[in-house]
């Protein structure tokens, strides 16, 4: 039996709590899209699986089919598709990643959370 592209997201998406396809991995990230996401679940100490989209391109476009979202990074919770670099920024800054973080049940630091909205503020 073979596997489609979208069932293997559909698998990554509803297997993991926390998904963010990206360019790069986390620890290399290769966009600074990419970088800015990873870097604000990194710090805020989230458990996530990064997809890295540059080691396949049927994953690379399938993922902009599979979310009806045009670009990369994209990040899921607990299967749901939240956004992009420009809305998970400001979700960050907003509270509203924490908020949903909380409601999911996904752990993180809520002082690093914190420092991240006093350094921008």
């Given at each position: 039996m073979t596997s489609t592209v979208e069932?293997?997201?559909?698998?990554?998406v509803t297997g993991n709590d926390v998904v963010l396809f990206m360019k790069g991995t986390k620890m290399m990230p290769q966009c600074g899209f990419s970088?800015?996401?990873a870097g604000v679940l990194n710090y805020?100490?989230?458990e996530f699986?990064?997809?890295n989209v540059l080691?396949?391109?049927g994953i690379r476009q399938g993922i902009k089919e599979y979310s009806d979202w045009p670009t990369i990074p994209q990040l899921?919770?607990?299967?749901?598709?939240?956004?992009g670099?420009?809305?998970i920024t400001e979700m960050t800054l907003s509270g509203e990643l924490d908020t949903l973080f909380e409601q999911s049940g996904v752990?993180?630091?809520k002082d690093a959370a914190n420092k991240i909205r006093e350094h921008n503020a």
């Open positions: 069932d293997q997201i559909k698998d990554t970088s800015r996401v805020m100490g989230v699986q990064d997809v080691e396949d391109e899921y919770v607990k299967g749901e598709f939240v956004g670099c420009d809305i752990a993180f630091d």
